[in-house]
């Protein structure tokens, strides 16, 4: 997950060397959700410079009962992030949630602005597996007026499709369009590692994946996508209901005594305006 190689315009290869980075970071960061390993979840509790503390959890939870920090050998911490049968956020009772927002990522700032490249990494929770009969949204940008999600990463079984596996990691465009940009199955023991390229001026998106300690590759083409909107980022577990009519955040079944959850590692965006793009994993 750490070694350091990295892409870029070549011409942009000495103005990156010019601009003040982060340790081992050779693209400017838009915002940075690794977790340091001094860091407590409690931490992630109050104010705090990496996630809101906010949102999105349960109505009567605090994040720390939602996240555990795993002991990794060096750098950043993943973050383990579980939804219960308390998971009930604002009343959508037909929905359990506990996701991650980034804590400069206020819904109007640069982050949806310019060009940018989002990264994280997924890893199955071997100790809470996901209920394949429903569908989950995993990571997803929601647009500022709260109308539409400009991607998002399901896995599950997709609302509305017929799913031929349900244990596939599914990234879809702009829901108002829901066209397929990448999909790939979601192995266990192993991090699937993403960065979408993010043309906020273009509407467009550019998916690079890999596993493991691999680096990332181009796996589209730069798709049109409507990603207008502005938003925030959401890392996380949301579950939808099965069976659910009208209103899903309203109807539909849950089961109870539920402990499910997913690891995410690496998330951090960069700003991509000069082209340059990360693509260590
Ligand atoms: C998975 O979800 C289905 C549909 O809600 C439910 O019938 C089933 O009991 C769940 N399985 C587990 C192991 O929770």
Same mark, same amino acid.
Request: glycine share 8%; aromatic share 10%.
């Given at each position: 997950?750490?070694?350091i190689?990295?892409?870029?315009?070549?011409?942009l290869?000495?103005?990156?060397l010019?601009l003040?980075?982060?340790?081992?970071?050779?693209?400017?960061?838009?915002?940075?959700?690794?977790?340091?390993?001094?860091?407590a979840?409690?931490?992630?509790?109050?104010?705090n410079?990496?996630?809101?503390?906010t949102?999105v959890?349960?109505?009567g939870?605090?994040?720390? !009962?939602?996240?555990?920090?795993?002991?990794?050998?060096?750098?950043?911490?993943?973050?383990?992030?579980?939804?219960?049968?308390?998971?009930i956020?604002?009343n959508?009772?037909?929905?359990?949630?506990?996701e991650?927002?980034?804590?400069?990522?206020?819904?109007?700032?640069?982050?949806?602005?310019?060009?940018?490249?989002?990264?994280?990494?997924?890893?199955?929770?071997?100790d809470?597996p996901l %209920?394949?009969?429903?569908?989950? !949204?995993?990571?997803?940008?929601?647009?500022?007026d709260?109308?539409?999600?400009?991607?998002?990463?399901?896995?599950g079984?997709?609302?509305?499709?017929?799913?031929?596996?349900?244990?596939?990691?599914?990234?879809?465009?702009?829901? %108002?369009?829901?066209?397929?940009?990448?999909?790939?199955?979601?192995?266990?023991?192993v991090?699937?590692?993403?960065a979408?390229?993010l043309d906020?001026? !273009?509407?467009?998106?550019?998916?690079?994946?890999?596993?493991?300690?691999d680096?990332?590759?181009?796996v589209?083409?730069?798709?049109?996508?409507?990603?207008?909107?502005?938003?925030?980022?959401?890392?996380?577990?949301?579950?939808?209901?099965?069976d659910?009519?009208?209103d899903?955040?309203?109807?539909g079944?849950?089961?109870?005594?539920?402990?499910?959850?997913?690891?995410?590692?690496?998330?951090?965006?960069?700003?991509?305006?000069?082209?340059?793009?990360s693509?260590?994993p």
């Open positions: 997950m750490l070694s190689r990295s892409f870029f315009n070549p011409p290869v000495f103005l990156a010019l003040p980075l982060a340790a081992g970071q050779l693209c400017q960061l838009q915002f940075d959700g690794r977790i340091p390993d001094d860091l979840t409690t931490d992630l509790d109050v104010p410079d990496i996630f809101s503390e949102f959890i349960g109505q939870l605090s994040f720390s !009962q939602a996240l555990r920090l795993l002991p990794v050998d060096t750098g950043s911490l993943p973050v383990a992030v579980s939804i219960s049968d308390q998971s956020f604002q959508q009772v037909a929905f359990r949630r506990a991650l927002i980034p804590a400069s990522n206020d819904g109007t700032d640069a982050s949806t602005q310019g060009v940018k490249t989002l990264h994280f990494s997924v890893l199955k929770d071997n809470r %209920n394949l009969s429903h569908e989950y !949204q995993l990571v997803f940008l929601e647009s500022q709260f109308s539409t999600n400009q991607f998002v990463l399901k896995t079984t997709i609302l509305g499709q017929d799913t031929a596996d349900p244990d596939t990691l599914q990234l879809f465009g702009n829901v %108002n369009q829901g066209e397929l940009l990448f999909s790939t199955p979601f192995t266990a023991n991090f699937h590692n993403f979408l390229n906020f001026d !273009q509407l467009t998106t550019q998916v690079f994946f890999s596993t493991g300690e680096a990332l590759v181009s589209t083409d730069v798709i049109q996508n409507d990603v207008s909107g502005q938003g925030q980022f959401h890392f996380g577990v949301l579950k939808k209901p099965v659910g009519v009208g899903i955040t309203q109807n079944f849950q089961p109870d005594g539920i402990e499910e959850g997913l690891v995410f590692g690496g998330i951090f965006q960069e700003d991509s305006a000069d082209g340059c793009v693509l260590s």
